[in-house]
C-alpha cells in the first residue's frame, strides 16, 4: 500500500511517500510554502521517483500551515502530531522532539510507544524560529545554510541579548560595526535561537532521548548550542526536514489500514 | 470534524433564561442612562468590588471592564486601543484598560456607550493594574476615587488582621459613597440586597455546576456571555430569577439528554483565563467544530458569591480567584476539572493580564500533573485583536484534540 504525507510549511514544501507504512519510496522538498505554488511541484517530484501515479496511493494527509488550504488531501494533522511521528519512525528512543521550523518553534513530548503526550510552542513571535536565521542570514548576506559552518569556526561567541528580531538585527549590525569577526557573531545568532528554545524545552519538560527536526536541525550551531543549553545529547539525521511529512504519510497508512 | 446539529432559529421566549438574562444586561446600561438623564450622580465600578454597596444605597454604576469586553467582541477593541496609544499609554497595558481610557476621553463608542460617571468604585482583589486605570479615570475626569485595597492573600484563610483591614475599608467607601449621593446605608436593605444577591450566586453557581453530567446541558461559552448578569446585578431580585430559570432550563436538558452544545460532545476541557473577545467565535468554533465543550472555567465561577453577613460578604471578596495564593487557587481549579470529568486543559496567555498569565505557567503545570490532562497553552488577548494569531490558535487546539483522542483510543 502506498501512502503520501505533504508537510506544506511557512517557507518549504515537503512531500514523502511511504510503501506500507514502513519503507521511504521518494522524498521531495520544495522551496515554496504556504502561498506558493511548491505543493504541486513537491507531489509530482514524488510521484515521478517512484514511478507512481495518484491513482495508485491509497490515502494522502497533509499537515503543517497550509494543510487546510490544500484540497488534494483525503486528511490532515496538525504538525504536531506529524512531528512526533515522524521523529518517532526516526528515532523510536525519542521522547523529546525540538522542532524549529520557519515561522515556529516546537517541543513535543512523546510517551513509550511514540504518542505525544505533550508539547510547547513559540509565542507570537518570531524569536527562535527559522525566519529569525533568515532575517540575520540576510544581514550578514550569507546563505542560511552557511550558518551552521560558520558558527563553528567562532572563537569568542558575540553576545546576542535582545529576544526581539527586529532589536537583534540592530544588535548584530551594530557587532558588526564594532569589528566583530562574522563567525563570532553567527555563533551568537544561533545561541540566542538555542536559548530562546531551550526555555521553551525546559518548560515542557526535557526527557532523552532527543531528536531536532525541522529545517533549522541542519544548523550544526543550533544543534550544538541547544546541546549545550539542556546539557543533553541533541540527535538529528539527514531526513530531519522531512519529519512532518514522513508523519503525515504514517497517519495517512494507519487511516487507510483501519 | 463533530457534526453540527443545525437547529431553526425561533424568536426568543420571554420566559426563557437567554431572554431574561440579556434583559438584564441591557437595563444594566439603560438604567444608569437613564439616572443620569435624572440628575442623579452615577459610578464606574470595578467587577469585584462589592456590588452590594451601591445596590444598597440604590446607585446606579455601569462596568468598564464589561463595556471593553462588548466593545472588543464587535470589533472596536483595535481602534480604542489605538486612541489610548495615541495619548501615551503603552500597548504593554491592560487592554481594558486601554478600551476604558480611551472611552473616557472620547466619551462614545458605537459598539457600547455608557454614560460618564460622578465617581469611580475601585477594589484590587482581581488586579493591581485597576488602580491606576482608575486613578487615571479620576483624574482624567476630575471626580472623586473610591478604592477598597484588598490585598494578595498568601495564607490558606482570610485571617481576622485582613477582615478588620478590609471592613474598615468597607465601612469607610459607605461613608464616602454616603456624602457624594445624599443616599443613606439602611441594614434592613442591605439584608435584602444580601438574600438577592446569595441567591443569584447560588443557582448560578448550581447551573455551571450541572456540567459534571456527560454529555453537559450546556455549552461552555454560555457562561461568558451569562456571566455579565452575575457581574453587574447579582443583587437584584430579577437576577435572582433569572439564574434560576438558567439552572431549571440546565436541569431539564439534562434530564431530556439535551444541551446547548450544538455538537457531538466528544471531549471536556477546562478553559483557563478571560475570554478572547475579539475573537470569539473563532475560539468557540476551533473547539466545536472538533467536538470539543469548554464545561468549565475558574472565570465564570469567580462571580458567585455566598455569604450569611455583612463580615461573610467581607470574607467572600477576600477570596476570589486572583487574591488568593497559587496552591488554593490551583486547588480549585483541580476540583473543577474532576468534578467536570475534564480531559484537557487551554489556558488563555493573555498578554492583556499579566498577573493571571504570569501565574499560569507553574499552576497549570501542577494541574495537568495531579489530573493527568494535557495542558495546551495559546496568545491572545482580552481586548486587543493584534495579539491573537488564528493559525496558532487552531494548530494549538488541533494538537490538544490528537492528544486527547489517542488517549481515549489507548484506554480502550
Redesign the interface.
Known amino acids: 500500500m502506498y501512502t503520501l504525507g505533504i508537510d506544506i510549511g511557512s517557507t518549504t514544501t515537503k512531500c514523502v511517500m511511504l510503501r506500507d507504512g514502513a519503507e521511504v519510496l521518494a522524498a521531495s522538498l520544495v522551496e515554496a510554502g504556504v502561498g506558493a505554488d511548491g505543493t504541486a511541484e513537491a507531489v509530482e517530484s514524488v510521484l515521478v521517483q517512484s514511478g507512481l501515479n495518484m491513482a495508485a496511493v491509497a490515502y494522502t494527509v497533509a499537515t503543517g500551515?497550509g494543510r487546510?488550504r490544500w484540497t488534494g488531501a483525503d486528511g490532515e494533522?496538525?504538525?504536531?502530531?506529524a512531528h512526533a511521528l515522524g521523529c518517532h519512525f526516526l528515532m523510536p528512543e525519542a521522547r523529546t522532539v525540538i522542532d524549529i521550523g520557519g515561522q515556529?518553534a516546537k517541543v513535543i513530548s512523546l510517551d513509550d510507544?511514540g504518542?505525544?503526550?505533550?508539547?510547547?510552542?513559540n509565542?507570537?513571535c518570531a524569536a527562535g524560529t527559522g525566519r529569525f536565521l533568515d532575517v540575520m542570514a540576510g544581514i550578514l548576506k550569507v546563505g542560511v545554510d552557511a550558518l551552521g559552518s560558520m558558527a563553528a569556526r567562532s572563537e569568542s561567541p558575540a553576545d546576542i541579548s535582545s529576544t526581539c528580531t527586529v532589536f537583534a538585527e540592530s544588535e548584530v549590525i551594530s557587532q558588526l560595526a564594532n569589528g566583530t569577526p562574522v563567525p563570532d557573531v553567527v555563533a551568537g545568532i544561533c545561541n540566542s535561537v538555542a536559548a530562546r528554545v531551550s526555555a521553551l524545552a525546559r518548560?515542557q519538560g526535557v526527557k532523552e532521548a532527543v531528536y531536532m527536526s525541522g529545517g533549522v536541525a541542519k544548523n550544526e550551531g543550533v544543534r550544538k548550542a541547544l546541546e549545550r543549553e539542556l546539557g543533553v545529547t541533541v540527535s538529528t539525521s539527514p531526513d530531519a526536514q522531512l519529519a512532518g511529512a514522513l508523519g503525515a504519510a504514517l497517519n495517512a497508512y494507519r487511516k487507510a489500514s483501519t | 470534524m463533530a457534526e453540527e446539529k443545525k437547529k431553526p432559529r425561533t424568536p426568543p421566549d420571554p420566559n426563557s433564561a437567554k431572554y431574561k438574562l440579556n434583559q438584564i444586561a441591557q437595563k444594566a446600561y439603560t438604567d444608569v442612562q437613564e439616572a443620569k438623564a435624572r440628575g442623579e450622580k452615577v459610578g464606574w465600578i470595578s467587577s469585584n468590588f462589592p456590588v452590594e454597596i451601591p445596590e444598597t444605597l440604590g446607585l446606579y454604576v455601569c462596568y468598564p471592564e464589561n463595556q471593553a469586553a462588548g466593545i472588543a467582541a464587535r470589533g472596536g477593541g483595535v481602534r480604542m486601543c489605538e486612541a489610548a496609544e495615541s495619548e501615551g499609554y503603552s500597548n504593554d497595558i491592560c487592554a481594558y484598560a486601554r478600551v476604558s481610557l480611551a472611552y473616557a476621553r472620547l466619551g462614545s463608542a458605537p459598539e457600547q456607550d455608557m454614560p460618564l460617571p460622578d465617581y469611580v468604585l475601585c477594589c484590587n482583589n482581581i488586579c493591581n493594574c485597576m488602580i491606576k486605570w482608575y486613578e487615571n479615570l479620576a483624574k482624567e475626569l476630575n471626580i472623586p476615587m473610591i478604592m477598597i485595597d484588598i490585598p494578595f492573600n498568601p495564607d490558606d484563610e482570610v485571617s481576622d488582621a485582613e477582615l478588620a483591614y478590609v471592613k474598615g475599608q468597607f465601612l469607610a467607601a459607605i461613608e464616602q459613597l454616603e456624602e457624594i449621593t445624599g443616599r443613606k446605608w439602611t441594614e434592613e436593605r442591605f439584608r435584602e440586597v444580601m438574600a438577592n444577591s446569595c441567591r443569584t450566586s447560588r443557582a448560578w453557581l448550581e447551573a455551571t455546576a450541572m456540567a459534571r453530567y456527560t454529555p453537559s446541558p450546556f455549552n461552555g461559552f454560555d457562561l461568558l456571555n451569562h456571566m455579565a448578569v452575575m457581574v453587574t446585578a447579582r443583587g437584584k431580585p430579577e437576577a435572582a430569577d433569572a439564574m434560576e430559570t438558567l439552572l431549571k432550563e440546565y436541569q431539564a436538558n439534562h434530564e431530556k439528554g439535551e444541551s446547548t452544545f450544538r455538537a457531538e460532545e466528544k471531549y471536556r476541557i477546562m478553559f483557563e483565563g478571560i475570554a478572547c473577545w475579539p475573537w470569539l467565535r473563532v475560539t468557540s468554533t476551533g473547539m466545536k467544530s472538533r467536538g470539543i465543550n469548554m464545561v468549565t472555567t475558574i472565570y465564570a465561577d469567580a462571580f458567585g458569591f455566598i455569604y450569611d453577613d455583612f463580615d461573610g460578604m467581607i470574607r467572600a471578596y477576600c477570596k476570589v480567584p486572583n487574591a488568593i495564593n497559587l496552591e488554593v487557587a490551583r486547588d480549585k481549579r483541580i476540583k473543577l476539572c474532576k468534578d467536570n470529568s475534564v480531559e484537557g486543559l487551554l489556558v488563555h496567555v493573555n498578554r492583556s493580564c499579566k498577573l493571571w498569565s504570569g501565574f499560569m505557567s507553574e499552576m497549570s503545570r501542577q494541574i495537568g500533573r495531579e489530573c493527568d490532562i494535557p495542558v495546551v497553552s495559546f496568545d491572545g488577548d482580552q481586548a486587543d485583536a493584534r495579539n491573537f494569531s488564528e493559525a496558532q490558535y487552531d494548530t494549538r487546539v488541533q494538537g490538544l484534540t490528537e492528544i486527547m483522542e489517542a488517549r481515549k483510543e489507548a484506554a480502550v
Not at chain 1, 115 to 121: D, E, I, Q
Open positions: 500551515y487546510k494533522i496538525s504538525e504536531l502530531s515556529d510507544s504518542r505525544m503526550s505533550g508539547f510547547v510552542m509565542d507570537k518548560r
